[in-house]
């Protein structure tokens, strides 16, 4: 069954390690879900990996606060194009669309939380990604940028360790790839993890780690 008002405290750090959920039935037949976070069992903001198997699909409809996916397996699709793993997708507020997959994927989902006024929408495949390398020897491809909201993919090579730091607005990050440690444990690859606003820590690659990465877009106190 799906939840409601599934953590949605950001005053709270989370970690949740998706290969430990159970994938949950989606109203259409034959697509699946593990819940992060979730507002309202079908509409609200909600972050979540969805599996579709082959040939299943939603009828359209329209997010009013947008949707942001990454593919992380098969090709998904709708009738803008396909869009195969590795891809990055932004449907703006207000947005409608018609989505499937004739051969199945997993997505990572955060739906109806854009700002209004966050109105672009955005396709990047594969081969289009803006990787930059850095001098600390990581490298980031800049998927969005809104206002103090970053999205981006981050490569760490092994024993690499971002200084501690904090975030204005918070940080989101979900391992795609390798392990990640920091002061309060181990996290293996599709570990969620949601650090509140002004929250500090240290992240050390304990392997040559890929990870999907936001900040700023959370709740700020007062």
Not at 184 to 205: K, M, V
Request: charged residues 25%; aromatic residues 10%.
């Amino acid at each position: 069954m799906l939840k409601h008002n599934l953590n949605l405290d950001f005053s709270v750090r989370l970690t949740i390690n998706a290969g430990q959920l159970a994938w949950i039935p989606a109203p259409p037949p034959r697509v699946w879900r593990k819940q992060f976070e979730r507002e309202h069992p079908e509409r609200g903001r909600a972050t979540s990996l969805v599996r579709y198997q082959a040939g299943s699909g939603y009828d359209t409809h329209t997010h009013p606060l947008g949707e942001e996916i990454l593919v992380l397996e098969g090709v998904f699709s709708d009738e803008h194009g396909d869009y195969p793993a590795g891809t990055y997708l932004r449907n703006p507020p207000g947005s409608t669309h018609t989505p499937y997959s004739e051969r199945g994927c997993i997505l990572f989902v955060k739906l109806d939380h854009f700002h209004p006024a966050d109105d672009r929408r955005v396709v990047i495949l594969p081969d289009e990604m803006p990787w930059t390398r850095k001098e600390e020897g990581h490298s980031i491809a800049v998927l969005h940028q809104h206002e103090n909201e970053i999205t981006a993919l981050v490569r760490w090579p092994q024993g690499q360790c971002q200084c501690i730091h904090q975030r204005w607005g918070g940080e989101e990050i979900l391992i795609l790839e390798g392990r990640l440690a920091d002061e309060q444990g181990e996290y293996p690859n599709h570990t969620w993890i949601r650090s509140p606003h002004l929250s500090d820590h240290t992240f050390t690659a304990e392997d040559g780690t890929l990870v999907f990465f936001k900040a700023g877009h959370l709740p700020v106190p007062g």
